[in-house]
């Protein structure tokens, strides 16, 4: 029942979301084009990029046309489309049913808070993270097709798992926010503001270490499309993140009055 | 098998450390209706709200049904049928959707027979909920209460926004539940609603009860009114009526007030040359008067 009630009231939300990630992508593959063609006079035109991109773009670093999607695709798209779909997503939970007033009526049902809360979190998360991978998994074919280039797939996968992570994470945040809140405004407001902060503060060296983008950052998906390995650490870190902010979501849900 | 709906022992609730329930102590016995009175904000929902699980105890115990509420409130709650006060509704929903979503939850919910009953009432089931009005949404709300063949119903003004027709079926339906055997836990503001309705009756008010019995008993002690005339001289002065009768002059007549066996009083005034007597029995929005007017006092 209420799995069914979560996928119904999310079925549009999820249809744009994927619709942006395949417009993310395809707006991409049919850039690279061009963009290989100015690859000389971009570098010259910023001589101090950062070593890993001058490799990216001079094709030191391994596969060109692998770095520049995953770039554009994970770091650039699904770091900043997923966060916002998983902020959107949270808002749809409880901090809604408190705001319309619907909130007890779906607590009087026989249903305990815990399966409540982790019915949204889990058909939310399969939400977010099914259509990366879909997309991922259509990127080959996308690109043979749009632009005649190769890509493997496998890099895909592993920089979507990672970027699926990362996604969770937040909104693993924005789920615990959806608990402790009673306006969505609110909830919008400073979820969303941190991630934009938070992008904003990864693009200063100074302030980069501040940012949650560390965790999901330019040379891990540099890495994952040279073929090298998954960066582990930061998986287990947004993982561990997402496990503690779940469980005190739980937490805090079971012991408030409504 | 316990004999009560529920059972609640010095059960209490703060909120910053103001009492909202204030140690009660309660029960309800199974196919009782119960009455529910107080002013706004004496912790008459608060009260529903933790039978329910929304609400969670600062401490004493409670029992619903004959299981634990801290333990068993999911199982609690498959045998409630709840109708809350202001009824919340998912908007973009047409009301078959919200009967389904509220009944489909519920292992002994009939989702015919709760599309029947709002029929019944006149509710297009295919139309949008943000189109239906307040009562319309009430009619919604107990629709869903009352088709899950629940052993303890909890309403919590549940006739609020209804028209007069509307609430005299309300009570046909809630008699019906409770000749299947449902407990009744019937809050609300219509005095007239309650005493026609309940069979006992519990005045709350700041958290604490401060009355609960039968209507029967509670007129029992109430004082009787009468209004009369005499002609055998002041009756306000008068030293000859029995103890405890209190008399009052109103325009060409007097308001008498007394507890107990009238026939003493009547005798009294027959003697003195009684020529009007227009008796005033006692209503429950006296007693709420008297109960709350008291209890401010205090």
């Known amino acids: ?258 | 098998m316990t004999d009560f709906a529920f059972e609640t022992r010095s059960l209490r609730k703060t909120y910053g450390g103001q009492p909202a329930l204030d140690g009660i102590d309660l029960t309800l016995g199974r196919g009782e209706v119960l009455g529910f009175v107080g002013p706004n904000g004496a912790g008459k929902s608060t009260f529903i709200k933790t039978l329910l699980g929304l609400v969670l105890p600062t401490s004493g115990t409670a029992t619903v049904l004959g299981l634990w509420l801290r333990e068993d409130s999911a199982a609690i709650r498959a045998r409630i049928g709840y109708v809350p006060g202001d009824l919340g509704v998912y908007r973009n929903w047409t009301a078959d959707d919200f009967l389904a979503f509220c009944i489909g939850f519920h292992p002994r919910g009939d989702l015919s027979r709760a599309r029947a009953m709002a029929r019944s009432m006149a509710l297009p089931l295919g139309d949008r909920v943000r189109t239906y009005s307040t009562g319309m949404r009430q009619k919604l709300a107990i629709a869903q209460a009352l088709c899950v063949h629940a052993d303890l119903l909890l309403l919590d003004e549940p006739t609020r926004g209804l028209d007069p027709t509307s609430q005299l079926e309300f009570r046909d339906l809630v008699n019906a539940a409770r000749r299947e055997g449902s407990a009744v836990l019937l809050s609300s503001h219509i005095l007239a609603e309650i005493e026609s309705m309940c069979d006992r009756l519990v005045f709350i008010d700041r958290g604490r009860l401060i009355e609960a019995s039968t209507i029967e008993a509670l007129r029992a002690r109430w004082r009787d009114r009468l209004y009369v005339e005499t002609s055998g001289g002041d009756l306000a002065t008068a030293t000859d009526l029995p103890p405890g009768t209190a008399v009052e002059r109103d325009g060409a007549g007097y308001r008498v007030s007394f507890v107990g066996d009238p026939k003493p009083v009547l005798e009294a005034l027959v003697a003195r040359g009684l020529v009007a007597i227009e008796y005033n029995r006692p209503t429950l929005e006296d007693l709420y008067r008297e109960l709350y007017t008291r209890e401010r006092e205090r």
Not at chain 1, 112 to 134: K, M, N, Q, Y
Not at chain 1, 169 to 176: E, F, Q, R
Not at chain 1, 179 to 200: P, T
């Open chain 1, 1 to 258: 029942m209420m799995l069914r009630r979560i996928l119904r009231d999310d079925r549009w939300k999820i249809a744009a979301y994927t619709a942006v990630l395949v417009g993310n992508l395809v707006a991409t593959v049919l850039a690279y084009p061009t963009f290989k063609s100015n690859i000389t006079a971009i570098v010259n035109l910023i001589p101090n990029f950062a070593g890993f991109l001058k490799a990216v773009l001079t094709g030191a670093g391994g596969d060109k046309f692998a770095v520049f999607v995953a770039l554009n695709h994970f770091f650039k798209g699904a770091n900043v489309i997923g966060p916002a779909a998983a902020i959107i997503l949270a808002l749809g939970t409880i901090v809604r049913e408190v705001e319309i007033g619907t909130i007890g009526m779906l607590l009087s049902r026989p249903i305990s808070r815990t399966r409540i809360l982790l019915s949204f979190a889990v058909v939310h998360l399969l939400e977010l993270t099914v259509p990366l991978f879909v997309v991922a998994a259509a990127t080959p074919w996308l690109c043979e097709r749009l632009i005649d280039e190769a890509v493997p797939l496998q890099p895909l996968l592993f920089a979507s798992l990672h970027a699926s992570m990362f996604i969770a994470m937040v909104y693993a945040l924005s789920l615990l926010l959806a608990v402790v809140l009673v306006e969505q405004l609110r909830l919008a407001a400073i979820a969303g503001g941190l991630c934009i902060v938070s992008f904003m503060l990864y693009f200063v060296n100074q302030t980069l270490p501040w940012s949650i983008y560390v965790l999901s950052s330019v040379p891990m998906y540099v890495d994952l499309a040279s073929g090298k390995a998954m960066p582990w650490g930061a998986f287990a870190i947004c993982a561990g993140a997402t496990v503690a902010l779940l469980t005190t979501a739980v937490v805090v849900f079971r012991r408030k009055d409504y």
